[in-house]
């Protein structure tokens, strides 16, 4: 007797949500943090300054992005209790109409009246609020607001970015930080770019193109900054 076996499909989309998100913090933290080392470098600052501030910027954009993740996802999940909240009480007082209301649902996926009242009542029964939690708010387990992991994640991509110029300026001669660090975070960046457009599923040259010429425009700037207002 042949025995069925059941399986777990994997999927790239999946990891695309937050390969996507990390990408883009990396990107922040490599953009950001190497601009300011290369504009304080350009100010003729000491190796020990410009260390410093390298070091500042990666704490400070760390903290910052993890402290505006965690605001914006608790407000997230503070909404998301509420609905939950609002849907216990609709269930509780009109049971019928949840019924009528998640068949509607069903009905405008493709299943005929008849069906589409079966499906809902079978569902309903067997775990009311997480059915209309799921078909109805769009809302499950895997998309929950997780406000410190968000900003866990949010901290650690740009600090995985942020490191790279810190630690250039770090490796690279007094008299020539501002170019080593330039380097490094436009190397960073294209690489960053094209990993972007892959996660999306574009194609990588233009995107790559895109992110090194912001990176060369921000280099640029932040050191003619520092060159006019540098002692």
């Known amino acids: 007797m ?14 695309l949500g937050w390969l996507r998100a990390a990408v883009l913090g ?16 350009s100010a003729h600052a000491s190796h020990g300054g410009i260390l410093v501030a390298g070091l500042s910027a990666l704490v400070a954009g760390a903290l910052s992005m993890a402290a505006g993740e ?3 996802v608790s407000s997230q ?14 269930l509780a007082t009109d049971w019928n109409g949840e019924v009528a209301e998640l068949a509607g649902i069903y009905r405008r996926r493709g299943l005929d009246e008849a069906l589409a009242r079966q499906v809902a009542v079978a ?10 939690a799921r078909d109805e708010l769009g809302l499950s387990d895997a998309t ?3 406000p410190f992991q968000a900003a866990l994640a949010s901290a650690s ?21 501002s170019w080593g660090v330039s380097i490094i975070s436009i190397l960073a960046l294209a690489a960053l770019g094209a990993i972007g457009a892959v996660a999306g599923g574009a194609p ?17 700037v932040t050191g003619g900054i520092g060159q006019v207002f540098g002692v």
């Open 157 to 177: 991509a740009f600090s995985s970015g942020a490191i790279l110029p810190v630690l250039a300026a770090i490796l690279t001669p007094a008299p020539y930080v």
């Open 144 to 146: 929950a607001a997780r």
């Open 26 to 41: 990396a990107n922040d933290g490599t953009l950001s943090t190497g601009s300011l080392i290369v504009g304080v470098a």
């Open 123 to 132: 569902l309903m029964q067997h775990d009311a609020i997480g059915t209309h």
């Open 204 to 220: 990588p040259l233009r995107p790559t193109l895109r992110v090194t010429f912001w990176g060369l425009v921000a280099m640029i």
């Open 70 to 72: 965690y605001v914006s």
């Open 77 to 90: 999940a503070d909404s998301e209790q509420a609905d939950l909240a609002r849907e216990k009480r609709e």
């Open 2 to 15: 042949s025995r069925l076996r059941m399986h777990a499909e994997h999927h790239a989309v999946e990891k």
